[in-house]
């Protein structure tokens, strides 16, 4: 990239970036950050990454190990709270007042909305927003989306440019008129192929067991797993109707949940109420849980909302065969009984059904294993750094 045509009058000074996002605790967005401030930061540029929230979740401890400023937003806080909201607000000028960054790239909806207006105050010239899901397809109520509808329209206004992680996201824009098309481009996320590493089975296996001990599982059991935060969108409420459904068919399935979150104990009440304390486990935060995934026979992604999900592409490059409902990015990177099987959200008798198919089957687990794995190659982070590159050297 030439610097030139991001700063033309510091041409002998880094470049200054920050990324602002909601949260510290890892997932999707927070994969996309790092992978973006590791890059930038090894070739130079001044990178800096503003977090809200929290300050032990597992993107800090990332960042820390590399070259990047961090900066703590006590009130930038995923649930709307107007007096924290409106500081976070004051907290984002003063921030970009403070280290003057050539690109502020925002991700999430509520710093992609207020982030927008406050680093314009500020001065800040190229505003940048990646769309990881976009909001208005969340089960919102009328109020609710008439609110976000309204701060994504005024927003816009702000930003230079919008990077959706899927087509469905850019069409969701669309619909709803938030910005002209020729201010979004598509770049899909992406992993590092060459360099993501899994355990062998068995050893995955072991070590899981390791983390529910009084229990134990076969290693002959079905391993049936999923990564994702404990929330709402996720739809792990109907996961677990879906494993309540297959056990009574299949009594060694074993439901692994990997993840943390505000859905913990209203899960956990479904699993005792319906019995299944030995077939379901939530497991709880695991340090680089895709190492893991080959523990698994069957990946599920159960959402009812998602951007374009990272554990769904790890899951096809570990060869392991999926059933996602299809929603957001999911169909992108899903084609139905080619490369995984596909099916309605909140349809947990579907997804009992298929899952059942997948586990009986073995030569169906086999065939879209071969496809999936061939397919996850499209989904490089190479590709990924060099397309983002591209819109961080667009004219403001």
Known sequence: MSENQIRPDKKNQPIKILYIVTQSEWGGAQTYVFDLAYYFSKNNWQVNVAVGEDRNGELIKRLEKINAGIFFMNNLKRKINMWSDINAFFDI????????????????????????????????????????????????????????????????????????????????????????????????????????????????????????????????????????????????????????????????????????????????????????????????????????????????????????????????TAGIPSVATAVGGSPEIVENNKTGVLVAAKNFNKLGIEIINLIQNKGKREELTKNSVENAKKFALKRMIEETEKIYNLKA
């Not at 399935?253 to 104990?265: D, N, V």
Request: aromatic fraction near 10%.
């Open 93 to 316: 000028i003063k921030l970009c007042r403070k280290i003057k960054p050539d690109i502020v790239h925002l991700n999430s909806s509520k710093s992609g909305a207020m982030g927008a207006i406050a680093a314009r105050i500020a001065g800040i010239k190229k505003i940048l927003y990646t769309v990881h899901g976009f909001v208005l397809n969340e089960d919102l109520s009328f109020f609710k989306k008439m609110f976000y509808l309204a701060a994504e329209r005024i927003s816009a206004k702000f930003k230079n440019h919008f990077i959706c992680v899927s087509e469905f996201d850019k069409k969701s824009l669309l619909k709803h008129k938030i910005c002209r098309t020729d201010k979004i481009t598509v770049i899909y996320n992406g992993i590092d192929l060459e360099n993501i590493k899994f355990l062998a089975q068995d050893e995955a296996r072991i070590k899981l067991n390791d983390l529910i001990p009084d229990r134990g599982l076969s290693m002959t059991d079905y391993y049936i797993g999923t990564i994702a935060h404990l929330y709402k969108n996720k739809g792990l409420i109907y996961l677990i109707e879906a494993a309540r459904e297959t056990i009574e068919v299949e009594p060694r399935a074993k439901f692994l949940i990997i993840g943390e979150g505000e859905e913990k104990k209203r899960l956990e009440k479904l699993i005792d109420d319906y019995k299944l304390n030995e077939n379901v486990y939530l497991l709880g935060n695991v340090f680089n849980a895709s190492q893991y995934l080959k523990a698994f026979d069957i990946y599920v992604l159960a959402s009812i909302k998602e951007g374009l999900s990272y554990s769904l592409i790890e899951a096809q």
